[in-house]
């Protein structure tokens, strides 16, 4: 694996660090090529990571895609493989916490919202800019960011391009947790601890359930709930 992505593993702790920080972290086909790479090895059942942390270098998250980069050959089909890889993060077992500084544009915006939670500091900027480039998400903006803070705010972020600060993020449900700047390693820390100390068994089934019904009716879901529940973990024991 090359450099553009840093992993450390630590304590059920798997911290990935987007390692561009000259460029703000713009993302690149490479990036999503090692990106790849790592979400095979988690992806493995037998993975000892209960967390991924997902991060960017240098004191910003990620600018967005990197547009001096030549366009790929088949554009339509990079679109839907990244799209895809987006979605695979999502789907992870574990919980997956994008931890943001600084910059969160725009691609990097997307990034950010296949994580489940959002925890950023004071630094933190966030801001669709497609409509800067006479672009449209395609890396599933269009239907994380409403999921998130409400079709309205999502419509807004998009349509006037402007940064909402991490005190704004929080307040409309973006972020999860607004910390003060140098406060954002022990917010992470603490929410990390705070999961792996839990069942992985019983994280993986609630995130999986809470995905899959997103959308039904509440008669449907508990139908989904009942039928698709994991049960118990197998590794825990309980008393009945």
């Known amino acids: 694996m090359t450099d553009v992505i840093l992993r450390e593993d630590a304590d059920g702790v798997c911290t990935l660090t987007l390692n561009r920080p ?9 990036i999503f090529r090692e990106l790849d790479r790592h979400l095979a090895d988690l992806e493995r059942a037998d993975s000892a990571t209960g967390v991924v942390v997902l991060r960017g270098a240098g004191g910003h998250f990620s600018a967005g895609n990197d547009l001096t980069q030549s366009a790929a050959a088949d554009i339509i089909g990079w679109v839907r493989r990244s799209n ?27 990034v950010a919202l296949a994580a489940d939670f ?25 239907q994380r960011l409403p ?8 419509l807004e972020m998009m349509a006037t391009s402007r940064p909402y600060t991490g005190r704004q993020a929080e307040a409309m449900g973006l972020a999860n947790l607004c910390v003060a700047p140098g406060e954002l390693d022990a917010a992470v ?6 999961i792996v100390a839990n069942s992985r068994h019983s994280n993986a089934g609630n995130k999986r359930l809470i995905y899959e019904t997103d959308g039904m009716s509440l008669a449907e879901g508990l139908a989904h709930e009942i039928m698709r529940n994991p049960g118990f973990d197998p590794t825990r024991k309980r008393e009945l």
């Open 22 to 30: 000259d460029k703000r972290n713009a993302l690149t086909r490479e």
């Open 147 to 154: 999921r998130r803070v409400g079709s309205a705010k999502a």
């Open 189 to 194: 820390a603490d929410y990390g601890q705070a």
């Open 118 to 142: 959002i925890l950023c500091d004071e630094t933190a900027r966030f801001a669709d800019t497609h409509g800067k480039f006479g672009m449209v998400g395609g890396w599933g903006l269009t």
């Open 84 to 110: 895809q890889l987006l979605e695979r993060l999502t789907r992870l077992r574990q919980i997956v916490i994008a931890a943001v500084e600084g910059t969160c544009y725009t691609g990097g915006l997307e």
